[in-house]
């Protein structure tokens, strides 16, 4: 059943490049007024505002909320309302990643994963539900990640806060399990975004191989179906948890892992 979203508001952070605009894009064809929330110079912002208006009917606004900053996430949230007299769809998609053992992990590094991946979650979502029961319609999506499930070495904060993330994920639909406000995570495995590309560049230039030899020995160490889930999928899981056919759907993860949790 595809989703028919005329009508509905949605926000998505992080949606200026990767999976995020895939599903800003995705919601904007979809007939929803579309909020979008990230990082980048004003040519590449200006950028993602043009491609996601390319499919939509409505303008595409954007919101520069800083992921850090509590009190600019809150006011993200009112402002969306005020504009748009709603907020039906929220997508906590923000994320950034940094790899150490943790004896030798940057506190600030730390800190501020935890802050992006996890609080601002939190943060956001916290802003978005008295709203949300007021109007009886409500439906939050939290990117997590197959490490929310797994963990790998190197990456304690980022395991860490997409751990929190599943179990945000599930209190918050708990809490409005009688409500139409439904909370769901998505578990993606590697799919080829910026924050991944740096990934497979960096292991290009440690063990001297081309770029795509990079990507297959990334694959291979983890993901049996050897590609990488594409974020257009990713946003058509997002579309499926905002349609009816999921309405009472909540609590719970969709994993896109090409098998990774499976072994």
Known sequence: MVAELSGKVALVTGSTSGIGLAMAKNFAR??????INGLGDEAALEAARKDIASVSAKPVHYEGANMLDPDAIQAMIRTTEEK???LDILVNNAGIQHTD??????????????????????????AALPG???????RIINVA??????????????VAAKHGIIG???????????????????????????LVEAQIDALAAREGLDTAEAARKLLSSKEPSLRFTAPEELADAAAFLCS??????????????GGWSAQ
């Open 30 to 35: 979809l007939g929803a007024q579309v909020v």
């Open 101 to 126: 053992r943790v004896e030798d992990f940057p506190r600030d590094r730390w800190d501020a994963i935890i802050a992006i991946n996890l609080s601002s979650a939190f943060h956001a979502s916290a």
């Open 244 to 257: 009816p056919a999921a309405n009472n759907m909540t609590g719970t993860t969709l994993t896109m892992d």
């Open 84 to 86: 748009f007299g709603a």
């Open 145 to 158: 990640s197959v490490h929310g499930l797994v963990g790998s070495v190197e990456k304690s904060a980022y």
């Open 168 to 194: 945000l994920t599930k209190v918050t639909a708990l809490e409005n399990a009688t409500a139409n406000i439904t909370c769901n995570a998505l578990c993606p495995g590697w799919v080829r975004t910026p």
């Open 132 to 138: 949300m029961k007021e109007r009886d319609f409500g």
